[in-house]
């Protein structure tokens, strides 16, 4: 997979500023400018985001005035009424339903992927590749199709409105993806460590565990940042075959547009804390977000 | 082998910090139904209960912890959705009686059919033993319209509901016009037009435009029956192209387009209340159950607005009749806690909580006739309790328009394909609303899927 | 929960040992086994979860179901699918799934490279720049699609035709029009709201294309005295081939699944139904399993035939390895 990367040659060094290095007025000028550009092109973009967060500090009435009222005093009315002022329902066991979801389900993905990919770029299987598009493959078919039997196997087993069945199905999801990106990381595993270790008589959970995830750490971090961002975000599943308990934040959150008048501050609240984990988690890793998103193929 | 010892020691480890994960995430979410959170052995039962989330049922929520829970030691776990998700949920519960519900917000139009099917708990063996609930109490078409065709009763109302006009005093005093007593719809579209723009900003009439049939479908329905249309003839065939649906589609499409509210076809009754409590509109046919939120004590618009009955057209009356109620899932294993929840949400002392403790006219009202007797109330309703009454006694289910019937419903038609009709038929009409198509476009579509569903009934 | 269990219970790939009992050829017997063990929880649970559900789509498209009407369900043979075919609603969705899908990925793919090109240059805050641009894709698409919706399109207080009214105000226009976007344009109200959502994604992947490129060889160009567009379409476009294909690719995946924005911002009306919504309405508010699971299989062969071109791509893509025997 690396050869995305390289194109050939030895993976080169990032190119340390031989090309913009501004050595004149002029190009230092011409960068000021470019600057600016980025700066209003990136705030315009963000817009919408932080309107959102804006609001979610605004009170009802001022959220809802036109023309905006941007200078609207700040309160956090929003967000009291999102955890539950005024007895409304808690967020707190829809939050921690997908957190448990999340979580879970990716500590499977990670426990199931990390053999897999082992099979597929270390020890090969025979037609590797086919099986990597196998995976790939079952990526593409409509989720859709399969919720109704998926609905019927679960009223069927009492495991409808149960936290595990998303685990199950959010492992599924996130499975091939999983393995696309791990198989290119174990890649870049030296096989002269594990030979060591299988010298030494290792069994293969034990050079799983202590030989390579601690040299693969970086792409596992990027796997189970994925995996975890899309478990999280996942609604339609959470929407049909949840109810009380294992209901997620975001089964949650389309509740939240209520008929009784204004919403707009409690929904941009709701939304900032939904979305707060995932932005979090993706803010303190962008490079490992850009490696994920891009199934390992990009380093 | 210290060193293999060792690593299957890791191993059993692992396996057991995995079993205990397990056994601690239990078989269940966090949202609890029985869960952890109660301690073991579980003393108190719990309910599941799926509500649309109408201002009544929020405040509902709100209330059931200190008021019912505290005295039963019932827990009770809500599910508050938007009416059509709300809708596709407790059907697809209920149909498979999957039972992850004890209680659902149900309405007329689920009672005959859900009974016929067998998903709901009969509530008769209840209400006889519950003296204190007072079933006379509640009013005759309501009862009526909850009660099967085997003659049980099987859902109980939380609040009902009757369609009428409301309109903004002030704005039509500024204009000088005068909304008579009993308006039609040709004297309403006059009034809307004159209206339009009184202040700026502000449109003539608020109609719902939004997709689904428990939206846009029941006011237009409505109008559909006092102009002399109908669905359905007698034996199923379907009339959407016929004179009297086509007049009424033209006509209220033409109305919302021309002083409608910005947004019609995204505009359901949710929307429109919003516009009335802005002073967005000056005028909204809609449900009674919205007078109460306007009326109530933050509103804005607070004693600014009048009530009329629905206009009509070729009929005496047109408003509509329809409440949420509780129904109870056969499926459910907790049938007496959940009698015990009915009883408490539809009973007259809840009526007397809201009173107090949110304000009189914010009582889900509509169901009781003492409701109609109580000086309190009459005192904060005054505007809009008696019209309500009146408006609810007067319609006829089985009888709605000028021609006969296959199935009673005044807003629609009680068959269970239905909401997927109306919820289509509805979307053509929204798209003509958007300006997408014609009337006759829509119409002509809609037509051939009213006839596919109309031929299943034969 | 099985893979510790597996790989425990089977021998671990062990050369030497395979060697000694005979060393037959390279995939027979014991030894590939071996080599398969740690695949196999992997593949067997994705089998289980994603196809043994299609099986049972297979079957119960064969039937008459609505769960509406319990006591008529009977066996119908074919019919279902003689519905999905002569549906106008099924052909108007594949249609909006084809137009959603492609307008979208063009769309930000085309931004995100001028955003990634931007990016690519020097410039005083230029980490904040990114984490602002990339902040759309970390908002959970739920609230990206809510907060469009209302916050952002609605024609009384949305931002939209606020900021608009407070421009006009600027100019003395107290009545401007306020135009009601998802009614008007609700196809490109759902592709913008989309489109907001999938750019930061594309730039991201590009910019980590524009950043591998050769700096030795951009030099030599530069020395060569190329021109700023020269190089752009001689070296930098080529290069980022792979990374565009790689976007397009992964965009049309998670797109044309894209369920959230159109169940939120206009619930599948004003001819914004996809074949996700489609279905999910056939099954979930018609409530007509039968048809549901029919349209279901019959979506389920369509994207067969299109991943197996996708994939013939995506092959391309990944096919020369690592230096790995």
């Known amino acids: 997979m690396t050869t995305l990367t390289t194109a050939g040659a030895p993976a080169p060094a990032r190119s340390k500023g031989v090309r913009h290095a501004p050595h004149t007025r002029k190009a230092r000028r011409k960068a000021a400018w470019i600057g600016l550009l980025a700066w209003i092109v990136g705030i315009v973009f963000c817009v919408p985001a932080l309107w959102m967060l804006l609001t979610s500090f605004h009170s009802e009435p001022d959220a809802a005035t036109n023309p905006p009222s941007i200078a609207a005093p700040l309160t956090l009315s929003g967000y009291k009424v999102f955890f539950g002022a005024g007895g409304g329902a808690s967020p707190w066991p829809p939050l921690i339903n997908s957190a448990l979801s999340s979580v879970l389900s990716t500590a499977l993905v990670l426990a199931l992927a990390l053999p897999a990919a082992y099979a597929l770029s270390i020890k090969r299987v025979r037609k590797w590749t086919d099986v990597m598009f196998f995976f790939l493959s079952t990526k593409m078919l409509p989720v859709v199709a399969g919720l109704l039997p998926v609905y019927l196997f679960a009223k069927n087993t009492g495991l409808l409105d149960n936290v595990w069945l998303l685990v199950i199905l959010y492992t599924s999801m996130n499975l091939p993806i999983a393995v696309w990106m791990m198989q290119s990381f174990l890649a870049d595993v030296p096989v002269s460590i594990i030979e060591a270790a299988q010298v030494d008589g290792a069994r293969l959970p034990t050079v799983l565990l202590r030989v390579v995830a601690p040299v693969a750490a970086p792409g596992i971090a990027a796997t189970s940042l994925i995996c975890f961002i899309f478990s999280w975000n996942e609604l339609l599943f959470a929407r049909v075959l949840t109810g009380v308990r294992a209901e997620t934040a975001p089964v949650f959150l389309t509740g939240f547009v209520t008929s009784q008048g204004l919403f707009l501050a409690q929904l941009c609240a709701a939304s900032v804390v939904v979305s707060l984990p995932v932005l979090a988690a993706g803010f303190a890793a962008q490079d490992k977000l850009v490696q994920g998103l891009s199934l390992g193929a990009v380093k | 082998m210290p060193l293999k010892q060792r690593r299957q020691g890791t191993y059993v480890r692992l396996g057991a910090s995995v079993a205990a994960a397990t056994l601690l995430a239990g078989c269940a979410g966090a949202g609890g139904g029985g869960g952890s959170s109660s301690g073991g052995g579980g003393g108190g039962k719990a309910l599941n209960v799926l509500m649309v989330n109408n201002p009544q049922m929020t405040e509902l929520q709100k209330l059931t912890a200190d008021n019912f829970t505290k005295k039963t030691g019932i827990k009770v776990h809500f599910t508050v959705l938007p009416e059509n998700d709300a809708r596709d949920k407790f059907t697809q519960d209920f149909s498979n009686q999957a039972g992850q519900y004890d209680i659902a917000t149900i309405s007329n139009f689920e009672v005959p059919f859900y009974a016929k099917n067998g998903w709901l708990a009969p509530l008769d063996s209840y209400v006889k033993k519950d003296k204190a609930f007072d079933q006379a109490d509640i009013l005759g078409p309501m009862q009526e319209s909850l009660t099967g065709d085997d003659g049980k009763l099987y859902a109980e109302p939380f609040y009902g509901e009757s369609s009428f006009l409301m309109y903004r005093k002030d704005l039509f005093a500024k204009k000088h016009l005068t909304m008579p007593a009993h308006p039609t719809w040709q004297q309403v579209a006059d009034l809307a037009a004159k209206v339009d723009g009184a202040t700026p900003g502000v449109k003539g009439i608020c109609l719902r435009g939004l997709p689904g049939w428990g939206e846009m479908i029941a006011p237009l329905t409505t109008v559909v029956n006092t102009m002399g249309g109908t669905w359905y003839d007698k034996d199923w065939n379907a009339q959407l192209t016929g004179p009297g649906f086509e007049k009424a589609t033209k006509f209220y499409v033409d109305l919302v387009r021309k002083h409608g509210e910005a947004g019609a076809a995204q505009s359901g009754y949710a929307e429109c209340l919003n516009d009335m409590t802005q002073g967005k509109t000056a005028m909204w046919y809609d449900s009674t159950a919205g007078a109460g939120s306007l009326e109530a004590s933050d509103s804005p618009v607070k004693g600014k607005i009048g009530y009329v009955p629905a206009p009509v057209d070729k009929t005496k009356t047109s408003g509509w009749l329809y409440t949420w109620a509780w129904g109870v899932q056969k499926a459910s294993k907790n049938q007496d806690a959940a009698w015990k929840f009915i009883s408490w949400a539809s009973g007259k002392g809840y009526e007397d909580l809201v009173g107090k403790k949110i304000g009189w006219s914010n009582v889900p009202a509509g169901k009781r006739a003492s409701t109609y007797s109580n000086p309190d109330y009459l005192k904060d309703a005054s505007a809009f309790a008696d019209i309500t009454k009146k408006s609810i006694a007067g319609v006829d289910p089985k009888n709605p328009g000028v021609q006969q019937r296959p199935t009673p419903g005044i807003q629609f038609v009680d068959f269970p394909g239905f909401t997927d009709l109306g919820t289509k038929v509805s979307q053509e009409i929204s798209s003509a609303i958007a300006g997408k198509q014609s009337v006759e476009d829509a119409l002509k579509k809609s037509q051939a899927l009213a006839e596919k569903a109309g031929k299943e009934q034969k | ?325």
């Open chain 3, 1 to 325: 929960m099985s893979a510790p269990v597996t790989t425990r219970s089977l021998p671990p790939a062990d050369a030497s040992r395979t060697a000694r009992r005979g060393g037959r050829a390279p995939g027979g017997g014991a030894r590939a086994w071996a080599t398969r063990a740690p695949l196999m929880p992997a593949l067997l649970f994705l089998i289980a979860v994603t196809q043994l559900p299609f099986v049972a789509t297979l079957v119960i498209s064969l039937f008459d179901w609505n769960s509406l009407a319990p006591g008529k369900r009977h066996f119908h043979g074919l019919s279902n699918y003689a519905t999905v075919f002569t549906d106008s609603d099924m052909r108007d969705s594949v249609f909006t799934t084809i137009l959603l899908t492609v307008t979208v990925v063009v769309a930000s793919v085309v931004i995100g490279l001028l955003l990634a090109l931007l990016l690519d240059r020097k410039f005083f805050g230029r980490g904040i720049v990114r984490t602002l641009l990339i902040t759309p894709f970390l908002l959970v698409p739920v609230s990206a699609a809510l907060l469009w919706k209302h916050v952002l399109y609605n024609p009384e207080y949305g931002l939209l035709n606020g900021a608009w009214s407070w421009v006009a105000g600027l100019f003395g226009d107290h009545t401007p029009a306020q135009p009601d976007w998802i009614s008007n344009m609700p196809l490109t109200a759902v592709e913008i709201a989309l489109v907001w959502q999938w750019t930061p994604f594309m730039m991201l992947i590009l910019l980590a294309g524009l950043q591998s490129r050769p700096a030795e060889t951009l030099e030599a160009a530069r020395l060569d005295g190329a021109g700023p567009w020269q190089m752009f379409r001689f070296l930098t476009l080529p290069h980022l081939r792979r990374y565009l294909e790689l976007g397009i690719l992964l965009g049309s995946i998670n797109v044309v699944q894209n369920f959230d924005a159109v169940f939120t911002i206009t619930a599948g009306g004003l001819g914004t139904a996809n074949l996700p919504y489609t279905i999910y309405e056939t099954f979930y508010q018609a409530h007509e399993y039968g048809l549901a699971s029919a349209a279901g299989v019959v979506v389920v062969i369509g994207t067969i035939i299109i991943a197996t071109f996708a994939l013939r791509v995506v092959s391309s893509l990944f096919t020369e390895e690592a230096g790995r025997a």
